[in-house]
């Protein structure tokens, strides 16, 4: 596991163990891990206290003549315009004895930063500085994150560990000696028109993938049979002078995938389409138990961990293939969906026409009647965010989470503020009671936002908070299967999450990134001409519910195991009884009805987020964890865990 760390203001921080020296002196910046050359490129200009260094770090596709203009925009105290450049990094900037340390928007590229003796270290990674200030775990952080991973305002600022903090999306850490303080560079970001956010998304999204696919050998893509993967590889086909391979899970229960994925190979002559044949040891929950056998574990828990088995199948077969670059279509709904959310701010707008009108196009998609939707969208435009967390709050102190998960899903959780996770059935009064405590706290802190202006995670509407929700979630999501992919021969880009990207994508109000046509509008408008019409036809995805279900019941040994003694229930945070008792439910297929059939259900919405949540507990209380120094033996956060 490649990452970098540095120091300020004292000089006690040792080096980590087997790092190399980007820069010495009192601040210094360090490499740990098998960094490729391209991904540490280097500036530094003028001499003694007037000296100016730039190290920007992973795959950023600038030009030479592009960091040269960022390093004189830097000098002068602009730092947004070093976020503007394709791919996904980190910048770390010395000015004299200030250090700038920047990541991404959506959160991809995270900053962690903590107090140590005399000084500040701050690293990519937040497992490594727990390692060296001895943190403990954050009990009551993690158990807003299983019950509430909706609300990522709970835990903004902090990582799970405490005394580690986080730098948030649009941010910027401002190092000056031991002084450490946090300054907003995404401030003043204005929303454009449909047309012009079009224009940019259409800009951003060809230099993402044109740039990559340049760099690579043997370009390869996912080709899912969905409309963002779709582009991608189109995209790569159209930027490459070589064939570019469009790999397709070829899952059986999902055959419609497969054969819109085939059709769209027959668009260009340059991709070569491979089939991953879909085999049952590689169904989701599969080799749980070898979650973190080769890589640390990571910083945090993730769902793509229980489907490791498929993602570690397709990448073995993209290496086998020759392939050393892979786009990946992840973070395409966050950042260009339309989350039914946004039906409420036209509601709070008083746009009762348009929110008619929308409603119904999204009723014929989801099954619904479209006055339920509006009936739904009217009710949550009259409340405001600091109600919908004491609401909710409510929820949880008075027993009021419904017993049957099941009961869950519907209007109330698809057009909301704030919604608890379905795995909140399976947690302790306990961890309900802490949880609605913060709950409340927000609340009643949520008007200092509104000093905060420009800030990518402060939204005064539903729909618009919940895009900006569903890109820090899919970040998140991608973080972690990136790191279990790492090492393997294959290096994974996800053009939907680069900067420049996301800021297109939400550069409209949710409402109108739609108007009201349908999904994916502003993405097929963007790359109209560059990408066959007859491509991007299809409106539906695949419903991989029953590979679910199949992988649930054929795991089922081994999630029992799992849950017999489970460190989530040492924590006080997880109802192993009410747990257990699902999983023999849903592991018991109806006489009569199939394999496919039964009461399932119930596990289907919030499972997979509590069995990643366990094993990763597993992974760092086993020491699998990334480590500052080699020799340092298991500390506080093993200890705290286990």
């Not at 060296?132 to 993690?142: N, V």
Request: glycine share 10%; aromatic share 4%; net charge neutral.
């Amino acid at each position: 596991m490649r990452w970098f760390a540095g120091a300020s203001g004292g000089h006690s921080a040792p080096p980590p163990g087997n790092s190399t020296v980007v820069w010495e002196g009192a601040d210094p910046l360090w490499l740990v891990g098998a960094w490729p050359p391209e991904e540490v490129r280097v500036l530094t200009r003028g001499h003694g206290p007037g000296r100016i260094r730039m190290a920007v770090l992973g795959d950023c596709r600038a030009t030479d003549a592009e960091l040269e203009v960022g390093l004189a925009v830097a000098r002068g105290g602009g730092l947004r315009p070093l976020t503007t450049w394709p791919g996904s990094y980190h910048v770390v900037i010395q000015l004299g004895r200030r250090t700038l340390v920047l990541g991404d928007l959506a959160g991809l590229r995270q900053v962690h930063y903590a107090r140590y003796e005399d000084g500040v270290v701050y690293a990519s990674h937040a497992l490594p500085l727990a390692d060296l200030t001895g943190a403990q775990l954050d009990r009551d952080l993690l158990a807003a994150r299983v019950l509430c991973p909706e609300i990522p305002e709970l835990v903004a600022g902090h990582s799970l560990f405490t005394g580690i903090d986080r730098l948030e999306g649009g941010h910027t850490l401002e190092l000056n000696g031991a002084k450490a303080r946090v300054r907003l560079h995404e401030q003043g970001s204005a929303l454009l028109d449909f047309p012009a956010a079009a224009a940019a998304l259409r800009e951003a999204l060809t230099a993402a993938v044109d740039r990559r696919v340049a760099s690579s050998d043997k370009p390869g893509t996912d080709l899912s049979g969905g409309r963002d993967s779709t582009v991608l590889a189109l995209l790569a086909a159209r930027a490459s002078r070589r064939e570019v391979v469009a790999l397709t899970w070829a899952d059986p229960t999902a055959q419609d995938d497969v054969d819109y994925a085939s059709r769209v190979v027959t668009s260009s002559a340059r991709l070569r389409h491979l089939l991953v044949p879909a085999d049952p040891e590689f169904l989701p929950y599969s080799r749980i138990a070898d979650a973190f056998d080769a890589p640390p574990a990571t910083d945090d828990p993730a769902a793509p961990l229980v489907t490791a088995a498929r993602t570690r199948r397709q990448f073995e077969v993209a290496r086998e293939t020759g392939i050393d670059m892979h786009l990946t279509g992840y973070g395409g709904d966050a950042v260009l969906g339309t989350p039914l959310a946004y039906l409420a701010d036209l509601a709070m707008d008083r746009h009762t026409i348009a929110a008619l009108r929308h409603a119904r196009v999204r009723a014929r998609l989801a099954g619904v009647r479209p006055g339920d939707l509006v009936a739904a969208a009217r009710r949550v435009g009259r409340t405001t965010f600091d109600q919908a967390l004491a609401d909710l709050a409510g929820v949880l102190d008075g027993g009021g989470v419904p017993g049957e998960p099941a009961a869950v899903p519907g209007l109330d959780a698809l057009i909301s503020w704030v919604a608890p996770a379905p795995a909140t059935a399976w947690t302790t009064p306990d961890a309900r009671h802490r949880v609605a405590a913060a709950l409340r706290h927000l609340a009643r802190t949520t008007a200092d936002a509104a000093d905060r202006p420009g800030d990518p995670a402060v939204h005064r509407r539903p729909g618009d908070r919940a895009s900006w929700v569903a890109v820090r979630r899919a970040a998140d999501r991608y973080r972690v299967m990136e790191q279990m992919t790492e090492g393997g021969g294959v290096r994974v880009r996800a053009p939907y999450l680069d900067n420049a990207v996301v800021r297109a994508g939400l550069a409209l109000p949710a409402w109108a990134r739609g108007r009201g046509d349908g999904p994916r509008t502003l993405l097929h408008t963007a790359v109209e001409g560059l990408v066959p019409r007859s491509a991007l036809s299809r409106t539906g995805k695949g419903d991989y519910t029953r590979s679910e279900i199949r992988g649930l019941r054929r795991n089922a040994a081994d999630l029992r195991d799992l849950f017999a003694s489970p460190l989530l229930g040492e924590l006080g945070i997880l109802d192993t009884g009410a747990v257990r008792a699902a999983l023999d439910r849903a592991a018991r297929p109806v006489l009569g009805k199939g394999e496919n059939n039964g009461d399932s259900g119930e596990l289907l919405g919030g499972f997979a987020d509590i069995v990643a949540t366990e094993l990763w507990l597993r992974g760092v209380a086993a020491g699998r964890a990334m480590r500052w120094g080699t020799a340092t033996t298991a500390g506080s956060v093993i200890a705290a865990v286990a």
